[in-house]
């Protein structure tokens, strides 16, 4: 086989989708940075459209919940009131600005959840698995670390997994597909297991026909 792993070309697009802003000062994305100058950034999703269906990479944040600007806006100096969990990002660090719903990115698409052939999600932070219960008839794809970690959290992390309704697949009634590493989704796509900025966290190779091969990291960057 050739490009690593993949032995024919079958994805026709990809597009991304918005699904939320958010701002924070560089002390977040940077060790020793500035706290005081303030950078905003653009969450996504990804929607591949593929010979062998769509494959849909993350689902944002979840819609129409009011912890989403709660919990990451008010500040505080208990860092059990942030999702994230991580210790040293007070909530006065971040500001969620917008959230746009999953299913209204895929819509603007001509699309909804259950074309969804597959939904790989890269790791369990909420901006990135909150719309996965909409995606009942599709297969969700995570890594087994992430899914073992999630479960069973060292105290050091163990608000990364707070709320539990938003990554506990088996209560949502998901099927899905645990990896163990790197591993062949649909022809012309493949992740990647890529630990860093999550455990278990999923990167994506993809054989794009114009533009050849795209590696979508995403969060792997802030690690």
């Not at 129409?64 to 210790?87: H, M, Q, T, W």
């Not at 959230?99 to 369990?124: E, S």
């Not at 539990?164 to 597909?177: H, N």
Request: proline letters at 5%.
């Amino acid at each position: 086989m050739q490009n690593g792993g993949q032995d024919t070309m079958a994805v026709k697009g990809m597009y991304l989708m918005p699904t939320g802003e958010v701002t924070w000062n560089r002390e977040m994305e940077l060790y020793g940075g500035d706290r005081n100058q303030k950078t905003r950034e653009q969450m996504f999703a990804v929607l591949i459209d593929t010979d062998d269906g769509y494959v849909l990479i993350d689902t944002g944040y979840p819609p129409a919940d009011k912890r989403v600007f709660e919990y990451l806006n008010e500040p505080s100096k208990d860092s059990s009131s942030i999702i994230e969990g991580v210790p040293w990002a007070r909530a006065d660090n971040w500001k969620v600005t917008s959230v746009t719903d999953i299913r209204k990115c895929l819509k603007n698409h001509g699309l909804k959840p259950d074309d969804m052939r597959y939904v790989v999600v890269t790791h369990f932070h909420w901006d990135h698995v909150g719309g996965a219960k909409f995606f009942k008839n599709s297969k969700i794809v995570v890594h087994k670390d992430a899914l073992s970690y999630a479960k069973w959290p060292d105290p050091f992390w163990k608000n990364n997994w707070k709320p539990r309704d938003m990554w506990d697949l088996d209560a949502m009634g998901l099927r899905y597909e645990v990896v163990l590493g790197d591993k062949l989704i649909v022809p012309g796509v493949m992740v990647m297991h890529t630990p860093g900025h999550a455990f278990g966290y999923l990167s994506l190779i993809v054989n794009c026909p114009k533009d050849g091969q795209i590696i979508l990291a995403g969060d792997l960057f802030h690690a």
